[in-house]
């Protein structure tokens, strides 16, 4: 039987150590499938290590050579120059001086200095040389492994942790229909975003959607402008007599036009059936609410004021801190607000915000309407949530070990994090729908936030206008063939930035106005197209295949579909 995370906190220790433990385990089986040497790449990396330091040395050398040669140049020349410009008009000794010197300062350059500069600068390039051909080595001995990396190497290690966690192999239109009919998921959310990436799946048995969009918003950009006027005056001194006087003045304007300014975002996005009727907001909040501060005293007041309003429908939980913390004034339903938020959920809920050893702490916006829940957390934005495997590809064991370990555990904690508030919900835990326990067959067609995330990353100046300025909201449509291919109309909807001048009237200080020139861009619609092929592959439900034969079966879906394809998470795609 399989334990429900009924304390994400408490419990979140014995994932970590779980998780690092397959993580561990998952690198080792990739280097053991690979053949990879780690002993053999270890000894060419620290020759490599000992040819830079070498070559550090010979730089320094060469560099203090260099200085010395450049010295005795610029001595030789002064003597020259002295002589040259004295003469023996003066006498005798100190040109005879200087050309003794320049001449010696010659002969030190060609016969000794340069030689040994030329020597340096050889066994410097030489090196250069060397370190190369070794590096391009290492690379070559690790292809094998870097090449094990998949799309999926995350998910399963994830769902081996934790076995309640399961991922799609990709974002299905199942799963997306389930979402809307069953659970209310609004399809306007997407027509003015484009999906960078998305990661479906079940926790428990109900669907959620990890997924990263970015969206273009009308922002406003300043523009500046300026204009030097110049005027004389003739006035009378007081000597009496008319003199003329120069004056510039740079008369300076400003105006705000209208910018197309883009942002992306990561939500969780999860549908659950328990308090169907039930919706809220909860935010961030803005500083450290401590039970003895000023601040958090000042909330349990506001909000005990504004539940001693009969028209707000507003019942304070009896535990206060839960209330100041977690702040949903605006829930419209208090009897299935406190089902879903028993005094448990509320204990999880504050040790989750107040927590910043294990956790992120008080960063995360929880919006509920009805059966869907959506969660954005601060630490998940910054994050490579794509899984792209090429982020562990390195020619160095030992580093490429300690990039997989650190980068998946990050990862990893990000995401628990990511649906600890939901975790804290026993309820949620408890509800299964019916899909879930009775079993449904789930068509595996990939859903469009598919294709646009697989644009995105084929990438935007692939379907821009060639006059786009900024960038581009990628939509797709499709075309399913009857051989089992897709094409993909992409569709890049951008701005072209169009030079226009606008005058301002300034006042200057002789007395006149003046148009004061402001040159700034209107942005216009573009819309940029292009197309690319794909293909679904069959869901491949061996979690324990070899990576080499996993390797293989995906090498042999890129040859059958032609040059310059890709593979990525179980779908094979080109560009036409």
Request: proline fraction near 4%.
């Given at each position: 039987m399989i334990d429900d995370v009924l304390s994400p906190l408490e419990q979140f220790p014995t994932y970590k150590e779980r998780f690092r433990e397959v993580a561990e385990k998952t690198f080792e089986e990739l280097t053991s499938a690979s053949g990879v040497d780690p002993e053999a790449n270890r000894e060419l990396c620290r020759d490599i290590q000992d040819l830079k330091s070498h070559n550090e040395k010979t730089a320094s050398t060469l560099k203090w050579w260099t200085i010395l040669c450049v010295f005795m140049w610029i001595v030789a020349a002064i003597c020259v120059i002295i002589c040259v410009s004295k003469g023996f008009a003066e006498g005798w000794l100190v040109p005879t001086l200087c050309i003794v010197g320049a001449v010696a300062m010659l002969v030190l350059l060609f016969w000794k200095i340069h030689p040994i500069i030329k020597k340096y600068k050889a066994i410097k390039n030489e090196l250069k040389a060397q370190i190369k051909k070794m590096e391009q080595e290492t690379w070559d001995m690790m292809a094998p492994l870097n090449k094990l990396y998949d799309w999926d190497v995350f998910n399963r290690m994830m769902t081996e942790t934790i076995p309640r966690l399961e991922f799609d192999p990709y974002f299905t239109n199942q799963r997306l229909a389930d979402l809307v009919n069953s659970y209310g998921w609004d399809e306007?959310?997407?027509?003015?975003?484009?999906?960078?990436?998305?990661?479906?799946?079940?926790?428990?048995?109900n669907p959620f959607v990890i997924a990263r969009t970015r969206k273009m918003e009308w922002g406003t950009r300043e523009y500046k402008g300026e204009l030097t006027v110049k005027w004389t005056t003739v006035e009378v001194g007081s000597d009496g007599k008319k003199h003329t006087r120069h004056h510039s003045e740079t008369l300076r304007a400003s105006v705000h036009k209208p910018y197309p300014e883009y942002y992306e975002k990561t939500r969780l996005i999860y549908g659950n059936t328990a308090a169907p009727d039930l919706n809220f907001t909860r935010d961030i909040n803005d500083g450290k609410l401590e039970v003895d501060s000023r601040a958090y005293k000042r909330k349990l007041k506001d909000l005990e004021k504004f539940s001693r309003d009969l028209k707000n429908d507003f019942a304070m939980a009896t535990n206060e801190e839960f209330e100041v913390l977690f702040t949903t004034t605006n829930r419209n339903n208090n009897q299935q607000y406190f089902l879903l938020f028993t005094p448990?959920?509320?204990?999880?809920?504050?040790k989750i915000i107040r927590d910043k050893e294990h956790g992120y702490g008080d960063d995360f916006q929880f919006m509920k309407h009805r059966k869907l829940n959506t969660l954005t957390a601060e630490h998940m934005q910054d994050l490579p949530l794509d899984m792209n495997p090429r982020m562990f590809w390195n020619s160095n064991y030992d580093e490429a070990k300690q990039v997989f370990i650190k980068t998946t555990c990050e990862n990893f904690r990000a995401i628990y994090f990511g649906f600890a508030p939901l975790l804290s919900i026993p309820m949620y835990q408890q509800i299964r729908p019916v899909s879930a326990i009775y079993g449904t067959e789930m068509p595996r067609q990939s859903a469009y936030w598919e294709h646009e995330a697989l644009a995105n990353f084929w990438g935007e100046d692939k379907f821009a206008d060639p006059s786009c300025a900024?960038?581009?909201?990628?939509?797709?449509?499709?075309?399913?063939?009857?051989?089992?291919?897709?094409?993909?109309?992409?569709?890049?909807?951008?701005?072209?930035?169009e030079p226009r001048i606008d005058y301002v009237s300034k006042y200057c200080s002789n007395g006149n106005y003046y148009d004061v020139p402001v040159h700034w861009d209107e942005y216009i619609p573009v819309i940029g197209t292009g197309t690319f092929e794909m293909k679904e592959d069959?869901?491949?439900?061996?979690?324990?295949?070899?990576?080499v034969i996993r390797m293989q079966e995906i090498n042999e879906k890129l040859d059958a579909f032609g040059d310059n394809s890709i593979f990525r998470r179980h779908i094979t795609s080109k560009l036409n």
């Amino acid at each position: 039987m399989i334990d429900d995370v009924l304390s994400p906190l408490e419990q979140f220790p014995t994932y970590k150590e779980r998780f690092r433990e397959v993580a561990e385990k998952t690198f080792e089986e990739l280097t053991s499938a690979s053949g990879v040497d780690p002993e053999a790449n270890r000894e060419l990396c620290r020759d490599i290590q000992d040819l830079k330091s070498h070559n550090e040395k010979t730089a320094s050398t060469l560099k203090w050579w260099t200085i010395l040669c450049v010295f005795m140049w610029i001595v030789a020349a002064i003597c020259v120059i002295i002589c040259v410009s004295k003469g023996f008009a003066e006498g005798w000794l100190v040109p005879t001086l200087c050309i003794v010197g320049a001449v010696a300062m010659l002969v030190l350059l060609f016969w000794k200095i340069h030689p040994i500069i030329k020597k340096y600068k050889a066994i410097k390039n030489e090196l250069k040389a060397q370190i190369k051909k070794m590096e391009q080595e290492t690379w070559d001995m690790m292809a094998p492994l870097n090449k094990l990396y998949d799309w999926d190497v995350f998910n399963r290690m994830m769902t081996e942790t934790i076995p309640r966690l399961e991922f799609d192999p990709y974002f299905t239109n199942q799963r997306l229909a389930d979402l809307v009919n069953s659970y209310g998921w609004d399809e306007n959310f997407s027509k003015e975003r484009s999906v960078v990436y998305s990661h479906s799946g079940l926790i428990n048995g109900n669907p959620f959607v990890i997924a990263r969009t970015r969206k273009m918003e009308w922002g406003t950009r300043e523009y500046k402008g300026e204009l030097t006027v110049k005027w004389t005056t003739v006035e009378v001194g007081s000597d009496g007599k008319k003199h003329t006087r120069h004056h510039s003045e740079t008369l300076r304007a400003s105006v705000h036009k209208p910018y197309p300014e883009y942002y992306e975002k990561t939500r969780l996005i999860y549908g659950n059936t328990a308090a169907p009727d039930l919706n809220f907001t909860r935010d961030i909040n803005d500083g450290k609410l401590e039970v003895d501060s000023r601040a958090y005293k000042r909330k349990l007041k506001d909000l005990e004021k504004f539940s001693r309003d009969l028209k707000n429908d507003f019942a304070m939980a009896t535990n206060e801190e839960f209330e100041v913390l977690f702040t949903t004034t605006n829930r419209n339903n208090n009897q299935q607000y406190f089902l879903l938020f028993t005094p448990l959920a509320q204990e999880n809920m504050i040790k989750i915000i107040r927590d910043k050893e294990h956790g992120y702490g008080d960063d995360f916006q929880f919006m509920k309407h009805r059966k869907l829940n959506t969660l954005t957390a601060e630490h998940m934005q910054d994050l490579p949530l794509d899984m792209n495997p090429r982020m562990f590809w390195n020619s160095n064991y030992d580093e490429a070990k300690q990039v997989f370990i650190k980068t998946t555990c990050e990862n990893f904690r990000a995401i628990y994090f990511g649906f600890a508030p939901l975790l804290s919900i026993p309820m949620y835990q408890q509800i299964r729908p019916v899909s879930a326990i009775y079993g449904t067959e789930m068509p595996r067609q990939s859903a469009y936030w598919e294709h646009e995330a697989l644009a995105n990353f084929w990438g935007e100046d692939k379907f821009a206008d060639p006059s786009c300025a900024t960038h581009s909201i990628l939509k797709t449509s499709e075309n399913r063939k009857d051989d089992g291919i897709v094409e993909v109309q992409v569709r890049a909807y951008g701005y072209r930035a169009e030079p226009r001048i606008d005058y301002v009237s300034k006042y200057c200080s002789n007395g006149n106005y003046y148009d004061v020139p402001v040159h700034w861009d209107e942005y216009i619609p573009v819309i940029g197209t292009g197309t690319f092929e794909m293909k679904e592959d069959t869901v491949d439900e061996r979690p324990n295949l070899d990576p080499v034969i996993r390797m293989q079966e995906i090498n042999e879906k890129l040859d059958a579909f032609g040059d310059n394809s890709i593979f990525r998470r179980h779908i094979t795609s080109k560009l036409n």
